[in-house]
T-cell receptor, first 117, second 112 residues
Framework: DTGVSQDPRHKITKRGQNVTFRCDPI?????LYWYRQTLGQGPEFLTY????????KSRLLSDRFSAERPKGSFSTLEIQRTEQGDSAMYLC???????????????FGPGTRLLVL | KQEVTQIPAALSVPEGENLVLNCSFT??????LQWFRQDPGKGLTSLLL?????REQTSGRLNASLDKSSGRSTLYIAASQPGDSATYLC???????????FGKGITLSVRP
């Protein structure tokens, strides 16, 4: 088990372009979360999946953002028509479904750092 | 709406000192509280998780406590080392999906 992985680790794009990030959770973790972190701030919740179902979306997730988790395994986060304000670190986390003890721990990936020029 | 506060934003201590990092939250209806470490430009490493029914958790030189009624948690680091230098984030798990609400973090510098 190698932990949560994210790809790419860094992305530089021009304003108006579309970008897509991928997250591979720890195997058999059926809960998956996306967060966004800007400089000097703590991460902010974006969206949550249980298996393939997207069960919660933050109001931060504008209609330019879309997330999927086909087959309940990896997840993708797409940003359309990027804006400079989208520049941030995008973090993915996963955890098992059981609500007992350490099973509640969310494990984070290394993040994708996005810079929109 | 849950709000999490960590004060001060930065802390510098000499090596060997025992220290306490504070975290406060506004809504006591939480499922758990998690402390993370973040190195510059990196992702988050989970340090400790305290369930809502627990008062404290320990791992090595780290001890975290939780007082739900007062909306407070502390992370105690014993015998600090330069390798402990990082940003420490407190996050409260709440809501049906246990999403985390984070503080802004405390940037710790341990001087040799």
């Amino acid at each position: 088990d190698t932990g949560v992985s994210q790809d790419p680790r860094h992305k530089i794009t021009k304003r108006g372009q579309n970008v897509t990030f991928r997250c591979d959770p720890i195997s058999e973790h059926n809960r998956l979360y996306w967060y966004r972190q800007t400089l000097g701030q703590g991460p902010e919740f974006l969206t949550y999946f249980q298996n393939e179902a997207q069960l919660e979306k933050s109001r931060l997730l504008s209609d330019r953002f879309s997330a999927e988790r086909p087959k309940g395994s990896f997840s993708t986060l797409e940003i359309q028509r990027t804006e400079q304000g989208d520049s941030a670190m995008y973090l993915c986390a996963s955890r098992p479904n059981l609500r007992t003890g350490l099973y509640e721990t969310q494990y984070f990936g290394p993040g994708t750092r996005l810079l929109v020029l | 709406k849950q709000e999490v506060t960590q004060i001060p934003a930065a802390l510098s201590v000499p090596e060997g000192e025992n220290l306490v990092l504070n975290c406060s939250f506004t809504d006591s209806a939480i499922y758990n509280l998690q402390w993370f470490r973040q190195d510059p430009g990196k992702g988050l490493t989970s340090l400790l998780l305290i369930q809502s029914s627990q008062r404290e958790q320990t791992s090595g030189r780290l001890n975290a406590s939780l007082d739900k009624s007062s909306g407070r948690s502390t992370l105690y680091i014993a015998a600090s080392q330069p390798g402990d230098s990082a940003t420490y984030l407190c996050a409260v798990g709440s809501g049906a999906n246990s999403k985390l609400t984070f503080g802004k973090g405390i940037t710790l510098s341990v001087r040799p």
